[in-house]
């Protein structure tokens, strides 16, 4: 009896002088946490969509109390979020550019040629790999990636095969971005009314054959506003829109093709 008895408490008495150091090393270790962080998380949205670069919404009230983030880091909170962190922290919200998913490409079903039918899973990364349904190799594949990716039910796939970013509803959280593989999804700020409706850099005649909407390179655009546009690799490119005037924004409609124009909003409720 005293054979196992010895052994069990030597255990037992080991045991707990191993519990007790790791208390005192706690207590002597402990970080004590700052009392704003529980505070500035609580006011984040809670999203939790890594639209702010960080791995959730805790991770980012963390980086806002050290001092490695700015209040208005969250693009999901918008300005009253931002003006609620910095009072917390005692620190001045920059001013916030609100921004929305814009798609930059119109190479509908009927627009864009088609390659022939894609039998394989149905997404637009292994559509992808594949080559795709289209001949257009910067074309919208179509397969909705990036509506499924959207945590805010903000996107659609539209009945000509192209998503539609419900801009009421859009907190330019990137997931979208993150999702299209070819890389058609972007960030504007609202504010914008012009966007090139394309990413081919094929040569006009080259892409004109590809799909009925795309950029040839015609230049029009670019004499019309040299200070604006540019093409950049046969394809348009907006380099300063406060240099088209706002009256004249309709001249982008001489586009043969469409490829750049004026942006159509849309609202979840219309």
């Known amino acids: 009896m005293t054979d196992i008895l010895i052994p069990a408490l030597a255990m037992a008495a080991l045991g707990l002088l191993f519990a007790l150091g790791l208390v ?4 002597k270790l402990q970080v004590p946490e700052d009392p704003r962080l529980a505070v500035v998380a609580d006011v984040l949205p809670q999203a939790n969509c890594g639209g702010c670069g960080f791995a959730g919404c805790r991770a980012l009230a963390e980086a806002m109390v050290a001092g490695r983030a700015l209040p208005e880091s969250c693009p999901v909170g918008g300005a009253e979020t931002a003006r609620r962190v910095a009072e917390i922290l005692g620190l001045s919200a920059g001013q916030m550019v609100k921004k929305i998913a814009r798609v930059h490409c ?12 894609y039998r394989g899973i149905a997404s637009c990364r292994s559509a992808h790999l594949m080559g795709g349904n289209k001949l257009c190799t910067a074309a919208c594949l179509g397969l909705a990636d990036c509506v499924r ?24 959280c990137g997931k979208c971005v993150e999702a299209c593989p070819r890389n058609i999804m972007e960030l504007h700020p609202e504010a914008e009314e012009a ?34 546009i540019v093409m950049d690799n046969y394809l348009a ?7 088209i005037p706002r009256d004249k924004l309709e001249k982008l409609g001489r ?4 490829a750049i124009g004026r942006i159509q909003r849309i609202s979840h409720d219309r």
């Open 106 to 117: 119109r190479g509908t079903w009927t627009a864009a040629k088609s390659r022939g039918v």
């Open 24 to 27: 005192l090393a706690y207590l």
């Open 195 to 228: 966007l090139v409706f394309c990413r081919s850099h094929d040569r006009g005649p080259v892409a004109r054959k590809l799909c009925d909407n795309a950029c040839i390179a015609c230049n029009i655009c670019v004499r019309d506003f040299p200070e604006a």
């Open 237 to 243: 490119k907006i380099v300063d829109e406060s240099r």
């Open 255 to 258: 586009c043969p093709t469409g």
């Open 149 to 172: 990716s959207c945590p805010f039910d903000a996107m659609a796939m539209g009945d000509d095969g192209l998503p539609v970013v419900y801009e009421d509803k859009c907190t330019a």
